[in-house]
Nanobody
């Protein structure tokens, strides 16, 4: 059983940066695809990025491309989502998720229903 804990969210002004962390326990973390997803208020969950066990990354949606970057440190059992130039539309709950093996993608983006284990989320609020 994979247990995921997100941290690093908070309230920032537009143009600011945050780094989210997803810490895992309970399994060989390095064998899992880890994804980041977000859910804006009143909207459905959407893909942000995923990273494979070997460190390969998915594409990013146009809304975050060039501003967000996913990385992992298997020694620390942690995956990061670095977010720069934040915008009010980045506001939402951010979740990390884990899936055994490689990352599936559709049109370059992670496939949400591949992921079996989810964290509780961390809130990101960007004010204008």
């Amino acid at each position: 059983q994979v247990q995921l804990v997100e941290s690093g969210g908070g309230s920032v002004q537009a143009g600011g940066s945050l780094r989210l962390s997803c810490a895992a326990s309970g399994v060989a973390y390095s064998s899992y695809c880890i994804g980041w997803f977000r859910q804006p208020p009143g909207k459905t969950r959407e893909e942000v990025a995923a990273i494979s066990p070997g460190g390969g990354t998915s594409d990013y949606p146009a809304s975050v491309k060039g501003r967000f970057s996913i990385s992992r440190d298997n020694a620390k059992n942690t995956v990061y989502l670095q977010m720069h130039s934040l915008k009010p539309e980045d506001t939402g709950m951010y979740y990390c998720a884990a899936a055994i093996g490689g990352c599936q993608t559709r049109y370059g983006l992670p496939v949400l229903n591949q992921f079996d284990f989810w964290g509780q989320g961390t809130q990101v609020t960007v004010s204008s």
